[in-house]
């Protein structure tokens, strides 16, 4: 069946869960889906392999994630960088 979009229709596909954006599965994680948290990690690392829309997308998706970290270090960086973001 044909649908008709009035957005112009998206094409680029989630790096992390390789539906298109537009049906990214990300946001709904959780436990019914393979941990993700390994693909997570290489595509931050890698956000130059990807087009413009797709770093987008990935920056909705970690604003949504809110991660934190195992390592107290990191958590910090991260508060401190939450504290700035606040101001
Ligand atoms: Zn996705």
Redo the contacts with the bound molecule.
Sequence with gaps: MFRLFKKKINTEH??????N?NE????FGGNCHPDRSKRIAVVTDHLYLFSKEQVQ?VLK?QKYWCISYDDDEKNNILNEFMDKNKR
């Design positions: 989630c790096p992390i869960c390789e539906y954006i990214c599965q990300c946001l997308h998706l």
